[in-house]
């Protein structure tokens, strides 16, 4: 195996194809059945390994301290974990939306587990970094595991499922949705029963999604305007939605009429996460 001492890796996003809320828990958080996918398209993040003991990010989030960004978060974590004397410099471009649904902040978090693993050479498995992952959000896991899922508990409990790939268009409607909030609103509905096996035999919903229509009506515009391409459904706790297509030239044209006030990109979805294939490539 390559020794590596620098390694560019995206963080790709993930969309809730459904997303089912089965109770609540005594901790505060829900039990929830979701269907994850991963798509081609996401974040990058460099990192280059230091013998200085010091995790440097020398990229920032306006208005976020890096003490908060869930990818020094990750790192840390990672060092205490392992008692590495490796540090790292980590940069990035963010282009996925904050607050989208599209996990953005977990999928550079689960990248930086993934990629530092190898580089500070610790050969932590899947499940060990899952461990330490979801102890800094609930969609880590899926993201450190990296096939698409069927997820259970508070979205740690992977079950590994194969999906016909195809072509999305992800609109941001430019509201920025904490998922906190829409999980403590005592308006969400919280007594969907578990699916099971009938996943495939019944029509994809949200749970989420009444309830962000009526708190943010921007969502519900954005929902209504992808409607004349098929089934519109929203991922997460918003604010993202999106609809499938069957060739990347019809999803481009969609996008090319999107009203200027909103945001969007066109992306294939992958059963095995792109940062997966991608450190799989580097390493050999
Ligand atoms: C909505 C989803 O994106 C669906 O994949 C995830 O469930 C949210 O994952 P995440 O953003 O990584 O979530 P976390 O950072 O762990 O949690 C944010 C907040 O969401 C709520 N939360 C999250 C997950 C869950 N199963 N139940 C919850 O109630 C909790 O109030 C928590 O304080
Ligand atoms: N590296 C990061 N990128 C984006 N957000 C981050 C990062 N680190 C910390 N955060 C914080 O996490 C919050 C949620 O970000 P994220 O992009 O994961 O939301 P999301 O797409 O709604 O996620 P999810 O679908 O997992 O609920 C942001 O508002 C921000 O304060």
């Known amino acids: 195996m390559a020794d590596l001492t620098t390694l560019s890796l995206i963080a790709p ?10 109770g609540r828990l005594t901790n505060g958080y829900h ?9 081609d398209y996401g974040d990058r993040l460099h990192f280059k390994r230091t013998s200085d ?14 003490q908060e960004n869930l ?5 840390n974590a990672l060092k205490l974990a392992t008692n590495t004397s490796f540090g790292a410099e980590i940069s990035f471009e963010k282009h996925l939306p904050s607050g989208g649904g599209v996990g953005g902040g977990s999928s550079d978090a689960a990248t930086t587990l993934l990629a530092l693993n190898a580089l500070w050479q610790l050969d932590l498995s899947l499940q060990e970094l899952a461990d330490i992952g979801v102890q800094l959000g609930a969609d880590v896991p899926v993201f450190i595991n990296g096939h698409a899922a069927i997820a259970h508990g508070i979205g740690e409990q992977l079950e590994a499922v194969e999906l016909a790939e195809t072509w999305y268009l992800v609109v941001h409607p430019n509201v920025h949705i904490s998922t906190g909030l829409i999980f403590n609103d005592p308006d969400l509905p919280r007594n969907t029963p ?3 096996s009938h996943w495939q035999s019944v029509q994809h ?20 305007w992808l409607l004349k391409y098929g089934p519109s459904r929203m991922t997460g706790t918003g604010a993202c939605c999106f609809v499938s297509f069957e060739t990347q030239q019809a999803a481009q044209a969609a996008l090319t009429s999107l009203p200027d006030s909103w945001q969007g990109f066109v992306a294939r979805s992958t059963n095995i996460s792109p940062a997966h294939s991608e450190l799989r490539t580097k390493l050999n």
């Open 53 to 66: 003991n010091a995790i440097t990010l020398k990229t920032q989030i306006d208005g976020l301290p890096d």
């Open 194 to 196: 578990k699916l099971s």
């Open 71 to 75: 990818i020094f978060k990750a790192a």
């Open 13 to 22: 996003a993930k969309l809730n194809l459904f997303l089912h809320i089965n």
């Open 205 to 224: 919903t949200n749970d989420c999604e009444e309830l962000v229509k009526k708190r943010y009506p921007e969502v519900e515009k954005t929902l209504n």
């Open 31 to 39: 039990e929830l059945e979701t269907l994850f996918v991963f798509l």
